[in-house]
């Protein structure tokens, strides 16, 4: 018993030691129990979100307005596809697999961003996800590019590389209809009132108010702070929001000199919990289509499966 | 008719083909069985939009009446699109999906092929790149027919019933009209009899390996190419234009 | 491990002719050839590629994190190995 202790004590402080360096924790690597559920929970959160966030912008895909956007949405749709696959793969290196991940996600078990929760309605909710959702999402995952765990970081690096068309291809559909005909002005004005405040939610709960958070940054998941990231976002998008003529839907937009930064108002806190409880407009629906494509494709996974398992037995025989 | 206006049809029956086609596939795009294969036929549909794409703007040029590719993609009715009816029917199950695919990536294969040869040096460019794109479609379709048809009773049946449903619209894809006859004489259009052939003896090929028989006496239905569809194409277009005809005139 | 999903395959890129190929990362598939497709459709879909390796990823043997010190570090003081380990009078070249 004595010598089990002192040997996970002596585990502790080398895993301690290489993040004090930092190193990063390799898929072989001991590491505390804690770190190993933590990051699990993590990446395949993230992974579902990807996964789940297919569906607000696939729902537009075929009534996207011109043949080059199109192609862009169904390119950009895809490639969130292949994100969400990166990130599982990331969290299989820790021991849970795929289906097991799936599961968690089918049954409520796992949860993943809220702001895929609220519906598309409009053509140009494209233009305010792409800009406003991606550009939240990639703050937080140029920070996860120097996350502690070797395989999440990897392939935070790729994805943040094949993510840097997301952001812009959003921002220039807004652009397009903010400097078109007044409708289509009024259509992108209306897109990012609705997706502004669930975007600053996308950060997380405040500071004081995120448990998880503080633990996160000691193991060096995480690198700042959803209040530090928060801000940094509203920093940079206020400017691009002025420069397309359309408006912040926050009366407290004010720069502050001092903190060299915007000063903004409160987010609807309870409007945040009640949509990671699972009661935003679209919680449901979200994971009821996912289960149902799951379903239906159920005898094409047995196919591949069983012809697999032939071809298999013919060799060996 | 005109030579140009000849040209003109036929680019748009190619162009109409992978556009319907490849916006059934985009219609999957998160449905998937497992996420690579969602991947995959996004891919896919990628392509073959991407080929409609370089097509409608060549036929835009040909018609010469200041219109662009998106004009032709989202101002024409039903009445004026030439796909094969083959390519607008819908998504049934994963089955229908990679039947419809496999039928119509074997005719592509072929036909981008001798496409490549054609008189018209823009055409033969466009099928030049098409045919790469083309033979992964018609290797990965093959793959999965073989798959279905030799996994389960289940895969097997559904895949059954598929080829049965969908075959009807096998023959189509080698009609030809006068017209189009015409620009087979100059060299520019291929000669869909001769593909007739190779078509055929892969599509068999294929079916043997995944131990499916050829379906036997179905009446063969056509008249996507003048323009006469299933009904299902008005409700592609419905929904594919909506957004593009509530606000005409303005840029996206 | 072949649950519905596949099994999981390791994927490495060449990516040009010459070059060796590189971990890329994972994909599941059910047999070879889909294991083939499916790490060119998510690895290769912006010119990543010239040639692919798919590989069980049950294949693959793997040293582990402990053994560093037997493995690696013991090459440390094989200095000898390395040309800077010996001299040669100035002006010469080409060596």
């Known amino acids: 018993m004595n010598s089990l202790k002192l040997d996970e004590n002596q585990l502790i402080e080398n895993f301690e030691a290489k993040l004090a360096k930092n190193e990063m924790i390799e898929p072989k690597d001991w590491m505390p129990d804690q770190y190993r559920k933590h990051l699990i929970r993590q990446i395949s ?7 789940i966030g297919m569906q607000p912008e696939g729902n537009w895909i075929t009534r996207a307005p011109s043949m080059r956007r199109k192609m862009v949405l169904l390119a950009k749709v895809q490639d969130e596809a292949g994100h969400g696959l990166y990130l599982y793969s990331a969290a299989e290196s ?19 961003s809220s702001i895929f929760n609220y519906p598309t309605l409009t053509w140009a909710d494209m233009g305010a996800i792409g800009w406003l959702v991606d550009g939240a999402a990639i ?62 939610m996308m950060f997380g709960p405040r500071d004081e108010e995120s448990p998880n958070s503080a633990q996160a940054i000691k193991w060096k998941i995480k690198r700042e702070t959803n209040d530090q990231l928060r801000q940094r976002f509203v920093n940079q998008t206020v400017s691009q929001v002025e420069k397309i003529g359309l408006v912040v839907p926050d009366k407290a937009i004010k720069w502050n000199e001092a903190k060299n930064g915007y000063d903004f108002g409160e987010i609807n806190w309870d409007e945040f919990w009640t949509v990671v409880k699972g009661n935003g407009p679209c919680n449901k629906a979200r994971i009821a289509a996912k289960i149902k494509s799951h379903e239906e494709g159920a005898w094409v996974r047995e196919a591949a499966n069983a012809h697999a398992e032939k071809n298999n037995k013919t060799k060996a025989a | 008719m005109n030579n140009q206006t000849s040209l003109f049809q036929y680019i748009l029956k190619i162009a109409d083909n992978q556009l319907i086609l490849g916006h059934r596939l985009s219609e999957q795009c998160s449905k998937g069985p497992f996420l690579e294969e969602d991947i995959a036929c996004s891919n896919i549909a990628l392509d073959l939009i991407g080929a409609a794409n370089s097509l409608y703007i060549y036929a835009a040029a040909i018609e010469g009446a200041n219109k662009t590719e998106d004009d032709l993609v989202y101002l024409r009715s039903e009445r004026a699109f030439r796909n094969v009816l083959l390519v607008e029917q819908p998504n049934t199950d994963f089955a229908y999906i990679m039947c419809r695919q496999f039928l119509f990536d074997t005719y592509d294969y072929f036909f981008q092929q001798a496409l490549q040869n054609s008189n018209d040096q823009t055409l033969a460019a466009i099928a030049a790149k098409t045919l790469k794109e083309s033979t992964y479609h018609l290797r990965h379709a093959g793959n999965w027919i073989i798959r279905l048809g030799d996994g389960t009773t289940e895969s097997n049946m559904r895949l059954k019933n598929a080829f049965n449903n969908l075959w009807c619209y096998v023959e189509e894809l080698f009609e030809q009209d006068a017209a189009e006859l015409d620009l087979v004489a100059q060299g520019i259009a291929v000669d869909a009899q001769s593909i007739k052939s190779q078509f055929y003896s892969h599509i068999a090929e294929i079916m043997q390996t995944a131990g499916l028989e050829i379906p036997s006496g179905i009446f063969m239905q056509s008249g996507g190419k003048k323009g006469v569809h299933t009904e299902h194409l008005g409700f592609l277009l419905a929904e594919m234009q909506s957004v593009h005809r509530s606000f005409p005139g303005v840029k996206w | ?66 053994d560093i010190g037997p493995f690696f570090e013991t090459s440390n003081d094989k200095v000898y190995r390395h040309p800077t380990f010996y001299s040669v009078p100035e002006g010469i070249t080409h060596m």
């Open chain 1, 45 to 51: 959160q993230h992974a579902h979100s990807e996964i």
């Open chain 1, 94 to 112: 820790m021991g849970i697999s795929r289906e097991e991940m799936l599961d968690q996600l089918h049954t409520g078990a796992a949860k993943y």
């Open chain 1, 139 to 200: 703050m937080n995952q140029v920070m996860l590019q120097r996350t502690s765990y070797g395989p999440y970081a990897r392939a935070m690096v790729r994805i943040c590389k094949e993510e840097s068309f997301h952001q812009r291809q959003g921002y220039e559909i807004m652009n397009v209809l903010a400097s078109g005909s007044a409708e289509q002005k009024e259509m992108a004005q209306d897109a990012l009132n609705r997706w502004w405040w669930p975007s600053l």
């Open chain 3, 1 to 66: 491990m072949n649950d519905s999903q596949g099994i999981l395959w390791e994927v490495f890129i060449q990516s040009k002719p010459g070059q060796p190929h590189k971990h890329a990362g994972s994909v599941h598939a059910h047999d070879n050839e889909m294991a083939l497709q499916n790490a060119r459709d998510l690895y290769c879909r912006r010119s990543e590629g010239t040639n692919l390796w798919v590989v069980p990823a049950s294949a693959i043997v793997a040293s582990s994190p402990e």
